[in-house]
């Protein structure tokens, strides 16, 4: 393939992308990827890598652009995975790393599958899966549902960033934003009602395991990459001072870079703004008591932290529920131990107190 040609930095608005990257298949997958679970219940690595060496080499002249980069790596990032699952190495194929490499920089995200890939970018007609098991497909469709639904929330966000206190626009975004985030909710429930740890730690994990591409090592599709990642940077942020500030600057360092471009620089944007939930609670403390716009405000600010907790907490049950079964010193798919999501959810409660103080000062905010 002549790589000089490939346009990298296609600007798609993130809806329109992910929607171009399900409908592409230019390794022809659609095709063969039915067999992939076949493959792995009776861990054929012959058969895996024979299927991987397949679509390596139908990339050359097939893929032409983002779009068409990042359905080869949904799909590869299938294939690839599945080998590492079964001990296999993937760079022992030949062409395989050059060729992730090269679809990255198409790209311009990370050269591997990612929760993008593996949900949102993922065919609802003909779903790309490891197992085949109804657990899988719900949980599939439960990430895309969530990670669908928060679009318009960071949007909305991303709007209320400069906005004052009491601007009338303010509790419409926020509330947009709340929105969003009952359905991420309601999609972590219903993963939590139905996926036993058993199944996802035993079945469904082992196919998301880090990976080394370039000599770096690169985490597999998971929930760090995404956009709570972002609610969190415009809304509730450690600031300088907080002792809280040195591990979540790392976490963003460690995880921002799995997200597309877009929202790596909607995250760019929220960085120069204060977090929105402290700087409006300061706001509203200079407005007297009883000020219906910054009551409005300040209402629809704390139904957005109920609802983000409404994530956040059984979340982190169900997390801990999974790594109890695991061996000791387990860790989730981005690499970490169930601590980081204690962390968030004790910022998320710390921001959530705040506010609910600032709306009694306030004299509104009913109590939920
Ligand atoms: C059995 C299912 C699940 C388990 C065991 C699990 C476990 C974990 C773990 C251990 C982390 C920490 C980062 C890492 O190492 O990966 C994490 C982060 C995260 N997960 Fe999950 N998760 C599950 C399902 C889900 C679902 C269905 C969603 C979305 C609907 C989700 C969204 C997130 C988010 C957004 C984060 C980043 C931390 C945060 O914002 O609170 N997870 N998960």
Not at 12 to 38: G, T, Y
Not at 74 to 96: C, I, K, M, N, W
């Amino acid at each position: 393939m002549n790589w000089e040609n490939v346009m990298p930095g296609l600007a798609l608005p993130m809806r329109d992308l992910d929607r171009a990257v399900a409908a592409s298949d230019p390794l022809d997958a659609a095709r063969d990827a039915p067999r992939l679970p076949a493959l792995n219940r009776a861990a054929d690595i012959a058969g895996l890598t024979a299927l991987a060496r397949e679509w390596t080499s139908r990339a050359e002249g097939a893929v032409r652009d983002p779009v068409t980069a990042g359905a080869a790596l949904r799909d590869l990032g299938f294939a690839l995975a599945s080998l590492e699952r079964h001990g296999v190495d993937y760079r022992t194929l030949p062409g395989a790393e050059e060729l992730l490499l090269k679809l990255g920089a198409v790209t311009e995200e990370v050269p591997r599958d990612s929760v993008y890939t593996y949900a949102l970018r993922n065919p609802e007609t003909a779903p790309r899966s490891f197992t085949e098991l109804p657990e899988e497909e719900l949980f599939i469709r439960e990430v895309r549902t969530a990670g669908v639904a928060l679009r318009p929330a960071v949007d909305a966000l991303t709007e209320a960033l400069p906005a004052a206190v009491h601007d009338p626009s303010l509790p419409g975004l926020l509330a947009e934003a709340t929105a969003g985030f009952t359905v991420f909710a309601q999609s972590l429930l219903s993963v939590k009602r139905t996926i036993t740890p058993r199944t996802f730690s035993y079945e469904m994990r082992p196919y998301f395991p880090p990976m080394t591409v370039g000599g770096q090592v690169l985490y597999a599709p998971g929930g760090a990459q995404m956009t709570p990642l972002l609610v969190d940077v415009a809304l509730l942020r450690p600031e300088p001072g907080d002792p809280r500030e040195e591990w979540y600057e790392g976490y963003l360092r460690e995880n921002l870079p799995y997200l597309p471009a877009a929202y790596r620089d909607a995250a760019d944007a929220a960085r120069r703004h204060r977090p929105l939930l402290p700087r409006l609670v300061e706001e509203a403390g200079r407005h007297s008591p009883g000020t219906p716009a910054v009551v409005r405000t300040l209402t629809e600010l704390r139904r957005l932290t109920q609802e983000l907790l409404r994530f956040r907490l059984p979340h982190v049950q169900l997390a801990k529920a999974n790594m109890a079964i695991r061996p000791d010193g387990s860790l989730g798919s981005g690499g970490y131990t169930t601590d980081s999501l204690d962390r968030l959810a004790e910022l998320t409660l710390a921001r959530h107190r705040l506010l609910t103080d600032a709306c009694a000062a306030a004299g509104g905010g009913e109590e939920r």
